[in-house]
């Protein structure tokens, strides 16, 4: 079936260093969103993705989506403890559903 | 605002028993969701509701029934509970397709 996976299942940083999650479609997508997931808590919506090509920055992240919009990638440039929690893509396929398939998600750890 | 609500947190159930999974939102949203997360498998879409009256399956509606009669509850039934239902239950809602807030989750075990 479609659906949308996400690279690296898990990684472990030193704090300092930077942080990058993939994610890929089997299809094309419409928008893509982000979300962070701490320990224990709920998914928390971090950016929405429209345009192909789209780059948008928040602080030490930068989000991009592909040309061809059936890729996405999270960068974090020097991770910080803060930055702990498992980080999903989620997009609107061009299925008819009006709904997110989200990614299976990349767990972070930073070690201090 | 309270935003996204779930009731219960926590409930065990034992096989074959029926609950219901009660959400609510006062963001007026038109959109709610229903999530499953199980370890190592994000989060799968069980049903959604694009409006109040409508209801639609996601990818794994199999076992769960949804009503919607007002806008901003969602509800989410087990008929009869499985082990294989073991997991973290997420609601969500949202004003179209843009961001998702989602409630804080309900942990549910099956014996």
């Known amino acids: 079936g479609q659906q949308v996976m996400q690279i690296p299942q898990y990684q472990h940083v030193q704090e300092g260093e930077d942080f990058t999650t993939y994610c890929n479609s089997s299809?094309?997508?419409?928008?893509i969103q982000w979300y962070k997931q701490r320990p224990g808590g709920h998914p928390v919506f971090l950016i929405q993705l429209v345009k192909s090509g789209e780059v948008k920055k928040q602080k030490r992240l930068t989000f991009q989506f592909g040309e061809a919009k059936k890729n996405s990638s999270l960068h974090i440039t020097a991770t910080q403890t803060t930055d702990v929690g498992t980080y999903f893509c989620?997009?609107?396929?061009?299925?008819?559903?009006?709904?997110?398939?989200f990614g299976s998600g990349t767990r972070l750890q930073v070690q201090p | 605002n309270a935003g996204v609500t779930q009731t219960p947190k926590f409930r065990v159930l034992k096989t074959g028993q029926s609950m219901t999974l009660l959400c609510a939102q006062d963001?007026?949203?038109?959109?709610m969701y229903w999530y499953r997360q199980d370890p190592g498998m994000g989060l799968r879409l069980i049903h959604y509701?694009?409006?109040?009256?409508?209801?639609a399956k996601g990818e794994v509606p199999d076992g769960y029934n949804v009503s919607r009669l007002k806008k901003q509850n969602f509800l989410l039934g087990l008929e009869s509970a499985a082990p294989s239902q073991t997991s973290v239950y997420f609601c969500a809602s949202s004003s179209g397709l843009h961001e998702q807030y989602f409630g804080p989750g309900t942990r549910l075990t099956v014996t």
């Open positions: 299809t094309t997508l419409s928008n």
């Open positions: 989620a997009g609107i396929m061009d299925t008819g559903r009006r709904a997110l398939t």
């Open positions: 509701s694009v409006g109040e009256g409508t209801t």
């Open positions: 963001m007026n949203h038109e959109y």
